[in-house]
């Protein structure tokens, strides 16, 4: 119970109190974060039927003009879950772009990384991350797969922190030096198994999808797991390690591959 509502305090904005932290509380935490994930996206959903249900009903338009009502309920959705984990990954995200953009060693890249400051670089990559998950899911809705699309990207993205965390820190101090190497291989593995099989399920359960459109919901994750590591391995490989700032940036992609993924789904 302590490392869940850690996990609730550290990836959402739900009060959770102040649990006493330590190395295991925070290896529980990050073994929550898919679960997190799966709260954070059937609350998202909540709010994506809603906005859609409410834009078809007031806001009836003639049919070229219809994807603008799915385009409206996407970006509500995407705030939503943005606005749920309190912007912590997004600030992961800025912070990552803005030290790559600095194109210096270790300590220089980690310097401008500390630096609460947004600068131009941070602030592009974060508003082209939030744009690219807002019409990926505006396309996944049209095609009948919203749901799947936001609930499978948030499990995802928090497991991509998961597996992120199965690397060595890149210092000793901050965030970065308490989850790195916190979780192992088998524990990752088995919330990815856990998490394609909820996929799977949660495919089935539309029954506007076709098999082959479940099999991409399935294979987003994968997808999106992948997408994340390549992204984040150039920072990696140049601060030696994982920091805090990269679980955001890892969360943040892979939430956008799995939303690019799922929208390309038939």
């Given at each position: ?18 649990p006493?932290?330590d ?42 003009a219809?994807p603008l009502?799915?385009l ?9 879950l ?9 600030d992961g995200?800025?912070d ?19 630096d609460?400051?947004?600068?131009a ?14 019409a ?7 095609r009948g ?7 499978v ?11 992120a ?6 210092r ?6 308490w ?17 394609l099989?909820g ?7 539309d ?6 459109a ?16 390549a ?6 490989r140049?601060?030696?390690g994982i ?15 799995v939303?690019v ?6």
């Amino acid at each position: 119970m302590t490392s869940l509502r850690l996990a609730l305090g550290l990836f959402t904005v739900f009060p959770a109190g102040a649990p006493s932290t330590d190395r295991r509380s925070v290896r529980g935490a990050l073994v929550w974060a898919p679960a997190i994930g799966l709260l954070l996206g059937l609350l998202t959903a909540g709010v994506l039927l809603a906005a859609r249900t409410l834009t078809e009903a007031f806001w009836t338009l003639p049919p070229p003009a219809n994807p603008l009502g799915h385009l409206l309920a996407a970006a509500l959705a995407i705030i939503c879950l943005t606005l749920l984990s309190g912007g912590l990954h997004v600030d992961g995200l800025a912070d990552t772009a803005d030290g790559w953009a600095a194109r210096g060693d270790k300590h220089r890249t980690m310097t401008v990384m500390a630096d609460p400051a947004v600068g131009a670089f941070g602030a592009y990559v974060v508003a082209a991350d939030l744009l690219v998950q807002t019409a990926a899911l505006a396309l996944a809705v049209s095609r009948g797969h919203g749901t799947e699309a936001v609930v499978v990207a948030a499990v995802t993205g928090r497991l991509a922190m998961v597996w992120a965390a199965t690397r060595a820190p890149a210092r000793r101090d901050g965030m970065g030096a308490w989850v790195g190497g916190s979780v192992g291989v088998v524990a990752a593995a088995v919330l990815t198994l856990l998490t394609l099989i909820g996929a799977g399920v949660l495919a089935a359960l539309d029954d506007d999808a076709t098999r082959r459109a479940g099999l991409v919901v399935v294979a987003a994750v994968p997808v999106g797991l992948a997408v994340a590591a390549a992204a984040t391995w150039p920072m990696r490989r140049r601060l030696g390690g994982i920091t805090g700032d990269l679980l955001g940036a890892t969360c943040q992609v892979a939430t956008a591959a799995v939303l690019v993924s799922v929208a390309c789904a038939p």
